[in-house]
Protein backbone atom coordinates (compact mmCIF):
# COMPACT_ATOMS: atom_id res chain seq x y z
CA UNK A 1 0.00 0.00 0.00
CA UNK A 2 1.20 3.25 -1.19
CA UNK A 3 0.34 6.84 0.93
CA UNK A 4 -1.86 7.49 -2.09
CA UNK A 5 -3.66 4.24 -2.02
CA UNK A 6 -4.16 4.45 2.20
CA UNK A 7 -5.99 8.24 1.05
CA UNK A 8 -8.09 6.72 -1.05
CA UNK A 9 -9.62 4.08 1.48
CA UNK A 10 -9.07 6.61 4.67
CA UNK A 11 -10.04 9.98 3.97
CA UNK A 12 -8.80 11.57 6.77
CA UNK A 13 -5.28 10.70 5.77
CA UNK A 14 -5.59 12.85 3.03
CA UNK A 15 -5.12 15.73 5.38
CA UNK A 16 -0.98 15.83 5.04
CA UNK A 17 -1.34 16.36 0.97
CA UNK A 18 -1.19 18.73 -0.98
CA UNK A 19 -4.11 20.01 -3.01
CA UNK A 20 -2.28 18.40 -5.99
CA UNK A 21 -2.69 15.20 -4.77
CA UNK A 22 -5.54 15.74 -3.08
CA UNK A 23 -7.30 16.40 -6.25
CA UNK A 24 -5.97 13.14 -7.86
CA UNK A 25 -7.49 10.94 -4.70
CA UNK A 26 -10.92 12.54 -4.89
CA UNK A 27 -10.52 12.16 -9.16
CA UNK A 28 -9.24 7.91 -8.20
CA UNK A 29 -12.32 8.01 -5.62
CA UNK A 30 -14.79 8.23 -7.72
CA UNK A 31 -13.20 5.95 -10.52
CA UNK A 32 -12.68 2.85 -7.70
CA UNK A 33 -15.55 0.51 -7.37
CA UNK A 34 -16.05 -0.38 -3.77
CA UNK A 35 -14.77 -3.95 -4.88
CA UNK A 36 -11.20 -2.20 -5.58
CA UNK A 37 -11.25 0.25 -2.66
CA UNK A 38 -11.45 -2.96 -0.60
CA UNK A 39 -8.87 -4.30 -2.32
CA UNK A 40 -6.43 -1.37 -1.92
CA UNK A 41 -7.45 -1.28 1.66
CA UNK A 42 -6.21 -4.80 2.46
CA UNK A 43 -2.78 -3.92 1.21
CA UNK A 44 0.06 -4.58 3.21
CA UNK A 45 2.54 -2.15 3.94
CA UNK A 46 5.12 -4.37 2.80
CA UNK A 47 6.01 -7.69 1.18
CA UNK A 48 8.78 -9.90 2.30
CA UNK A 49 10.21 -12.11 -0.13
CA UNK A 50 13.01 -14.57 0.42
CA UNK A 51 16.16 -12.44 -0.85
CA UNK A 52 14.36 -8.88 -1.04
CA UNK A 53 11.46 -6.89 0.73
CA UNK A 54 9.12 -4.29 -1.03
CA UNK A 55 7.46 -1.14 0.55
CA UNK A 56 6.49 2.32 -0.67
CA UNK A 57 8.26 4.46 1.17
CA UNK A 58 10.77 3.71 3.78
CA UNK A 59 11.00 0.71 6.13
CA UNK A 60 11.93 3.58 9.25
CA UNK A 61 8.27 3.64 10.00
CA UNK A 62 6.59 2.78 6.69
CA UNK A 63 3.03 4.38 8.23
CA UNK A 64 4.40 7.62 8.40
CA UNK A 65 5.33 7.35 4.64
CA UNK A 66 9.20 8.83 5.25
CA UNK A 67 11.05 9.53 2.05
CA UNK A 68 14.49 8.49 1.59
CA UNK A 69 16.25 11.94 -0.13
CA UNK A 70 19.73 11.35 1.92
CA UNK A 71 22.38 9.15 3.25
CA UNK A 72 20.97 10.23 6.91
CA UNK A 73 17.35 9.04 5.40
CA UNK A 74 18.87 5.57 4.06
CA UNK A 75 20.53 5.38 7.49
CA UNK A 76 17.10 4.73 9.04
CA UNK A 77 16.01 2.88 6.44
CA UNK A 78 18.56 0.12 6.76
CA UNK A 79 18.27 -0.22 10.25
CA UNK A 80 14.90 -1.99 9.54
CA UNK A 81 15.95 -3.50 5.93
CA UNK A 82 16.87 -7.41 7.05
CA UNK A 83 16.89 -8.70 4.00
CA UNK A 84 20.05 -7.83 1.40
CA UNK A 85 17.52 -6.18 -0.91
CA UNK A 86 14.88 -3.71 -0.79
CA UNK A 87 12.51 -1.97 -3.43
CA UNK A 88 10.51 1.17 -2.96
CA UNK A 89 8.78 4.01 -4.70
CA UNK A 90 7.79 6.92 -2.49
CA UNK A 91 9.75 10.05 -3.86
CA UNK A 92 9.04 8.75 -7.56
CA UNK A 93 12.78 8.77 -8.36
CA UNK A 94 15.01 6.06 -9.53
CA UNK A 95 18.28 5.75 -7.27
CA UNK A 96 20.22 2.94 -5.33
CA UNK A 97 21.25 3.55 -1.81
CA UNK A 98 23.83 1.05 -0.62
CA UNK A 99 25.10 0.22 2.95
CA UNK A 100 28.57 -1.45 3.09
CA UNK A 101 29.57 -1.49 6.83
CA UNK A 102 29.15 1.89 7.92
CA UNK A 103 29.41 3.45 4.69
CA UNK A 104 26.44 4.78 2.98
CA UNK A 105 26.21 5.67 -0.38
CA UNK A 106 23.45 6.94 -3.11
CA UNK A 107 23.23 7.02 -7.07
CA UNK A 108 20.94 8.03 -9.81
CA UNK A 109 21.14 4.96 -12.24
CA UNK A 110 20.43 5.28 -15.91
CA UNK A 111 21.27 1.72 -16.82
CA UNK A 112 21.85 -1.60 -14.98
CA UNK A 113 23.00 -2.00 -11.56
CA UNK A 114 24.67 -4.31 -10.27
CA UNK A 115 24.36 -4.45 -6.21
CA UNK A 116 27.38 -5.80 -3.79
CA UNK A 117 26.99 -8.92 -2.41
CA UNK A 118 27.41 -8.96 1.31
CA UNK A 119 26.11 -5.20 1.88
CA UNK A 120 22.64 -4.15 1.62
CA UNK A 121 21.12 -2.12 -0.97
CA UNK A 122 17.99 -0.65 -1.43
CA UNK A 123 16.20 0.31 -4.89
CA UNK A 124 13.88 2.91 -5.77
CA UNK A 125 12.37 1.82 -8.98
CA UNK A 126 11.12 5.17 -10.00
CA UNK A 127 7.64 6.02 -11.39
CA UNK A 128 5.42 5.67 -14.22
CA UNK A 129 3.60 7.99 -13.82
CA UNK A 130 3.98 11.60 -12.67
CA UNK A 131 8.39 11.59 -12.71
CA UNK A 132 9.98 13.58 -10.18
CA UNK A 133 13.93 12.55 -11.83
CA UNK A 134 13.90 15.98 -13.98
CA UNK A 135 13.12 13.11 -17.02
CA UNK A 136 9.07 13.32 -18.47
CA UNK A 137 10.23 9.28 -19.69
CA UNK A 138 8.21 6.50 -17.54
CA UNK A 139 10.55 4.59 -15.30
CA UNK A 140 10.46 0.98 -14.29
CA UNK A 141 12.86 -1.37 -12.38
CA UNK A 142 13.43 -5.17 -13.83
CA UNK A 143 15.41 -7.58 -10.84
CA UNK A 144 17.80 -9.49 -12.44
CA UNK A 145 17.65 -12.58 -9.55
CA UNK A 146 21.04 -14.35 -10.96
CA UNK A 147 22.82 -11.57 -11.87
CA UNK A 148 22.35 -9.35 -8.79
CA UNK A 149 21.68 -6.78 -10.81
CA UNK A 150 18.67 -4.24 -12.08
CA UNK A 151 18.14 -2.53 -15.00
CA UNK A 152 16.04 0.54 -15.01
CA UNK A 153 13.99 1.26 -18.14
CA UNK A 154 13.29 5.01 -19.36
CA UNK A 155 10.47 4.86 -21.69
CA UNK A 156 9.01 7.56 -23.91
CA UNK A 157 5.20 7.80 -24.02
CA UNK A 158 2.37 9.86 -25.46
CA UNK A 159 3.16 12.95 -23.29
CA UNK A 160 0.76 15.15 -25.09
CA UNK A 161 -2.22 12.71 -24.99
CA UNK A 162 -1.88 12.06 -21.25
CA UNK A 163 -2.02 15.72 -20.51
CA UNK A 164 -4.69 15.88 -22.55
CA UNK A 165 -6.43 13.65 -20.51
CA UNK A 166 -5.64 14.68 -17.45
CA UNK A 167 -6.67 18.32 -18.80
CA UNK A 168 -10.18 16.79 -19.77
CA UNK A 169 -10.73 14.96 -16.34
CA UNK A 170 -10.64 18.59 -14.27
CA UNK A 171 -7.52 17.99 -12.51
CA UNK A 172 -5.33 20.68 -11.91
CA UNK A 173 -3.28 21.87 -14.77
CA UNK A 174 -0.04 21.72 -13.11
CA UNK A 175 -0.73 17.87 -12.95
CA UNK A 176 -0.41 17.94 -16.80
CA UNK A 177 2.34 20.69 -16.96
CA UNK A 178 5.02 18.71 -14.60
CA UNK A 179 4.84 15.54 -16.37
CA UNK A 180 6.99 17.40 -19.40
CA UNK A 181 9.69 18.45 -17.04
CA UNK A 182 10.00 15.47 -15.02
CA UNK A 183 9.05 17.10 -11.41
Not at 162 to 174: D, E
Amino acid sequence: MGNHDEACVEPEKEADLNEYARAGIAFARRQLSDAQKTWLRNRPLRLDFEDFTAVHASLDDAEEWQYIFSPADARRHFLFQDKPLCFCGHTHRPGVWTQEGRKIRGSAPTGNVTYPLGARTLVNVGSVGQPRNMRPEACYAIYNRAAHSVAFRFIPYNLKETQWKIFAAGLPRFLAQRLAVGR
